[in-house]
């Protein structure tokens, strides 16, 4: 018998967490999502005021502000001026003066995609921006839970409401994967394209062709690459090619912004983890490119063996997640997908070690990461992001090792 207070108790504790029932996960779930309301409220009370005197209501969550404003420069002929500081700053401050500047930081893919919210104003926009966002995420993820999961979970995820709060585009990227999870196996082409409108969002797209070469997913791949291409052409054909000059040019200014100090709080990557504790440049990125190195193996070695499309993406997105030094908080959404396809295996043959005290860590990351990176000058997320990783492969070889003796049954078993 094991006694709580006994060390093995202790890691029994961690390892299998007992404490974490159905029952009790949605009776915090209710809790958090009680907390998030007032926090949502507060904050929405605070920029509420400001947001009266300014004639687009800006002050709205704020980093949708420069979305809305280089669609507004590319729909009046000067896309390139949401790579210039002047000009993206007088337009973010149209009607209201702000010390504010937001920088806009994306290829001109993602200002062709915007395109349309820049002819709505701005609170228009960003409700459109916000619940499209947010509907097709939970919508995705709702397909990968168990069934008979309840919705609160997933409501009061902490990742989703700090998109809605400050207006990012973390939900979209959540979507793309979890679309590309619920139809790899099925219609891979289609899953490929999902994955393909990463062309606005390289950064974290860095594991899908090694899966998807891993796997011979031929047609993913093929689907994926043609649909990123589309994208590009379509932003030089319609955007001009002063667009992406304005990228280009900015360019180097955008890879300094890793390395302005302003910024930290929001990154969650290994390589800003290491310039917390006072590491170089040099080194913080060395030892992010040997993280990635790994990531990219466990993406290939999962993907080879074809354990499935859940598996296969759950994989992908944890790896990114120790891939690229330019992982903002906000990307932390991505996390739903690989932690909803451990729920859904773990419903169906029980959960394994670690893996409720992982999941239930990285739901609160988000609460924690910005303070912690702020207050105490010490990044939580990369050991979590590792420990996910370490717990996705575990329950990709299991599923694997428990696919194929069925695999060997049915083929030995027909005529």
């Not at 979890?178 to 062309?199: E, I, M, N």
């Not at 932390?332 to 860590?361: D, F």
Request: aromatic fraction near 8%; hydrophobic fraction near 55%.
């Amino acid at each position: 018998m094991i006694r709580p207070g006994s060390p093995v108790g202790a890691l029994a504790w961690l390892t299998q967490a007992p404490w974490l029932t159905a029952d009790r996960a949605t009776s915090y779930a209710r809790l958090l999502a009680a907390a998030l309301l007032v926090f949502a409220a507060a904050a929405l009370g605070r920029v509420l005021l400001p947001a009266l005197s300014d004639a687009h209501w800006r002050p709205l969550a704020s980093d949708f502000a420069p979305f809305w404003s280089g669609a507004r420069l590319a729909l009046q002929g000067h896309p390139q001026a949401a790579y210039d500081l002047a000009a993206i700053h007088a337009m973010e401050n149209t009607g209201a003066q702000s010390p504010d500047l937001f920088y806009y930081l994306y290829p001109p893919v993602w200002m062709l995609l915007c395109l349309p919210l820049g002819a709505l104003p701005y609170a228009l926009a960003l409700l459109a921006f916000l619940t499209a966002g947010f509907a097709a995420w939970a919508a995705c993820l709702r397909r990968l839970m168990p069934p008979a999961w309840p919705v609160l979970p997933l409501l009061a995820c902490p990742a989703a409401i700090l998109n809605l709060v400050i207006g990012q585009n973390g939900l979209y990227s959540a979507t793309c994967f979890a679309a590309a999870s619920l139809l790899l196996d099925t219609r891979p082409a289609l899953a490929g394209a999902c994955l393909g409108c990463f062309a606005c969002k390289p950064q974290l797209a860095i594991a899908i062709p090694i899966a998807f070469l891993a796997a011979r997913r031929w047609s993913a791949l093929a689907a994926c690459a043609a649909t990123a291409c589309t994208l590009v052409l379509l932003s030089w054909a319609t955007l001009g090619t002063q667009a992406w000059q304005g990228f280009g040019h900015a360019t180097p200014f955008i890879r300094s912004v890793l390395i302005d100090p302003g910024i930290w709080p929001k990154l969650v990557s290994l390589y800003t983890a290491l310039h917390l504790l006072g590491v170089p440049t040099r080194p913080a990125l060395a030892a992010q490119a040997a993280a990635a190195c790994v990531a990219l193996s466990c993406v290939a070695w999962v993907a080879a063996r074809r354990p499935g499309a859940g598996a296969e993406l759950a994989t992908v997105v944890a790896a990114t997640m120790l891939c690229t030094p330019y992982l903002m908080d906000y990307d932390l959404v991505c996390l739903t997908v690989p932690m909803a396809w451990l729920a859904a295996s773990a419903a169906a043959t029980g959960w394994r070690p670690w893996e409720k005290t992982v999941l239930a860590a990285c739901v609160l990351l988000p609460l924690a990461a910005r303070g912690a990176n702020l207050l105490a000058g010490l990044s939580v997320a990369p050991p979590l992001l590792a420990a996910l990783l370490a717990v996705t492969l575990a329950r990709a070889n299991h599923v694997q090792t428990q696919a194929t003796p069925r695999a060997l049954r049915a083929r030995t078993a027909t005529p």
